[in-house]
């Protein structure tokens, strides 16, 4: 029996390049579009079929690109947009596709949309974003609500010109766009065409579940006492409008087009409220970006405060994604790292010398033998671990880390009443959860700088770059890079390892078995698999063992295993 087809999509594996820190090509200590071309050849070797950029338009970065000033041009920190036609052609003439991020909820304050929405009451696009007068509470003036800024503070910026108050659920440098205008939605169609015509193969979307909000914007309820600001996702993501939107964006452009779509859609676990974006009769994404998993280590008021997890937790999760509404069509995205988390190996493994290779190996196990769309972000191949505890906050570039210390520093000050107040414990936290851990330069080889850059780096490099980088472990078959290339093809080379649910398809059956203790586990599988006959190991962890499968097994620290068995056929 022949096997249905499947769009080139869902077979993928998907390498995300973190531009500013993959590799800079001219000195500057800013990773560049030449530097990526200049790695084409290390991608397809590593088996990458779509390169993921995140953004590269032109920016003040105040948010490290997510803020546009200009989305039909490259920042001249990366090159040009003739380095980006060099690096499309590039990636295709090597059978490789090349994915855009696409930041549409907010621009950059610096943007000619905004400048112009800004200047006056009456200029044509004052309502291509969220404009409100301030409310007057006891005789203050106060913002139009309460709601409070993902990097801390109000959401609202007041502009003195006008008096009146911008909606930015970001950085007062990214004003969000009005949705419900259609002019507003017609010009983010023109650019997504710009870059289709140009030769994209798709987009991520940036937070593209927060484009509809609340009618009437009211105010957030009061969750957070030690401060007047509240969180108010209920009012902003998931809005009334979002899939009215998103279809009509499918209807305008997607659907013209054979692209890869992934939605990120932060605020939500709700399973039904996600699978709306995704199930194939409503015609909107691909697939999306949840992050029930990325938040199981998190606290509620912050994502860079680390709360202890469980093996069980992380099963469950994993599990109930991998089942839900696959008859239906829903498609997931698998992931365990992207520019916005730490280091997966730090999170979920085990960072230390004896057990750092062992564990990334068995996450990547983990993530292989998944259902859906393989992500993969830079430096994960290499098994690349959080920067020390050693370094000061000074070394935390990152907008969301700095606001965050600045508010928790501000608070704690004022209820001590003295400017010296203790922080290490905001920093045992930071070093275990900080999105700066993904930012660091890529570590290319044991040269200086680990040979990022010639020039002084924009971003410190991780102090391990001596023993640890892409050179030494290209050299070296039982590096964590040669396991992943292993692994991917191993996941290509098994359709059951993509398409299974149960881990079965067609008439192939998968068993994985994964250690995440630093101690021996003994498992007995006993009838739960239907007999252990007919098992191969495809895939270990554990160089150069051909174990047969037994009932009962044990499995060393960190060990993970991908038996496949193919059944018999009259």
Known sequence: MSKPPHPWWKSATVYQIYPASFLDANGDGTGDLAGIIAKLDYLKDLGVDVIWLSPIYRSPLADMGYDISDYEDIDSRYGTLEDWDRLLQGAHARGMKLM??????HTSDEHAWFTA???S???PKRDWYIWRPGKVVDGKELPPNNWKSVFQGSAWERDSASGEYYLHLYLPKQPDLNWDNPVVRSAVWDVMQFWVRRGCDGFRMDVINCISKTDGLPDAPLVDHAQYYQPASMYFANGPQVHKYIKQMHAEVLSHHDLITVGETPFT????ELAAYVLPQNRELNMVFHFELMDIDSFSESPLLRKPWTLGELKEIIGRWQRFMRDDGFWNAV?????DHARSVSRFGNDSAQ?????AKMLAILQITQTGTLYVYQGQELGIKNFPRTWGIEEYNDVASQNYWNLIKEQRQTAQGKEDVEMSDLLDSFAQKARDHARTPMQWNASPHAGFTTGTPWMRVND???EWNAEQQISDETSVHAFWKRALKVRKAHDVLVFAYTRNYGSTSALV???FKEGKVEVDLGEAIGGVAGYTLVLGNYENEAIGLEEKVTLREYEGRVYVREALLN
Not at 335 to 339: D, G, I, M
């Open 355 to 359: 057990w750092r290779a062992a564990s």
């Open 335 to 339: 992931f365990l790292e992207n520019h």
């Open 269 to 272: 676990h709700e399973a039904s």
């Open 513 to 515: 078995l994964l250690n």
């Open 100 to 105: 855009m991020d696409l930041v549409v909820n």
């Open 121 to 123: 009451k009456n200029d």
């Open 117 to 119: 929405s800004k200047s």
């Open 464 to 466: 391990d770059y001596r």
